[in-house]
């Protein structure tokens, strides 16, 4: 069986502050991949990054990042000088040999103008 | 044109009523799901399909059925809606070897009263 815990379930911001949105999870599988979505206010889910298990590089797109710790089974991610736009839920979901994907309960972050 | 298209975007039925939910898409994925979000639970799968011939359950299948009728499209049934089914309904697709990412629809809002 695979989880996927985000212990946060709110987190209000000023705007210009950092977010980092915490991710843990839990897999047998030695072969898994991550993600992140996020679900703005309109619904839909939007795609925002994808790591697989064998890919520890840590990246920095834009004002977006994420860590991804095996060690820790962690796989953060962090939103650099918030927008009120940022303002959403964000979803980490893992994905194994099974194809299916688990989600996490989502953190809501709402950025104060 | 949206490549997931999911029909109808809201709906509000009466308990007891049977209610049927539609995904389209034009991908070509041979894969495709149904999820549910409730507020703080995150998405959860009810069903599963991986071609034409290939149903299997998800975490929460109990009180629907679905039927995939072709490639491009995969339909989620409640025999006999209760109030307890109200939530946002995700389709989403994937293809083999894909790195497991899926796409989403935009998601459908149903009420049951």
């Known amino acids: 069986a695979q989880k996927v815990t985000q212990a946060q379930t709110e987190i209000s911001v000023v705007e210009k502050e950092d977010v980092t949105l915490d991710c843990v999870y839990e897999?047998?599988?030695?072969?898994?991949?991550l993600f992140w979505y996020k679900q703005p206010p309109s619904g839909e889910l939007v795609f925002l990054i994808r790591?697989?298990?064998?890919?520890?590089q840590n990246e920095i797109s834009g004002r977006y990042s994420w860590n991804f710790q095996k060690s820790t089974s962690s796989f953060n991610f962090t939103i650099t000088a918030s927008q009120v736009v940022d303002s959403a839920v964000y979803f980490c979901?893992?994905?194994?040999?099974?194809?299916?994907?688990?989600f996490g309960a989502g953190t809501t972050v709402t950025v104060r103008a | 044109d949206a490549d997931v298209t999911q029909t109808p975007r809201n709906r509000i039925t009466k308990t007891g009523k049977r209610i049927m939910l539609e995904c389209s898409q034009t991908?070509?994925?041979?894969?495709m799901y149904w999820y549910r979000q409730d507020p703080g639970l995150g998405l959860r799968l009810i069903y599963y399909?991986?071609?034409?011939?290939?149903?299997n359950k998800g975490e929460i299948s109990d009180g629907y059925s679905v039927s995939r009728q072709a490639q491009a499209k995969f339909s989620l049934s409640l025999e006999s809606a209760i109030p307890n089914q109200t939530a946002l309904y995700f389709c989403?697709?994937?293809?083999?070897?894909?790195?497991?990412?899926?796409?989403f629809g935009p998601g459908t809002r149903l009420t049951v009263l």
């Open positions: 989403a697709t994937s293809e083999e070897d894909s790195n497991n990412e899926q796409f």
């Open positions: 897999t047998r599988d030695t072969t898994y991949y």
């Open positions: 790591r697989n298990s064998f890919d520890e």
């Open positions: 979901a893992l994905s194994s040999n099974d194809y299916k994907l688990s």
């Open positions: 991908k070509g994925h041979d894969r």
């Open positions: 399909s991986f071609d034409v011939k290939d149903i």
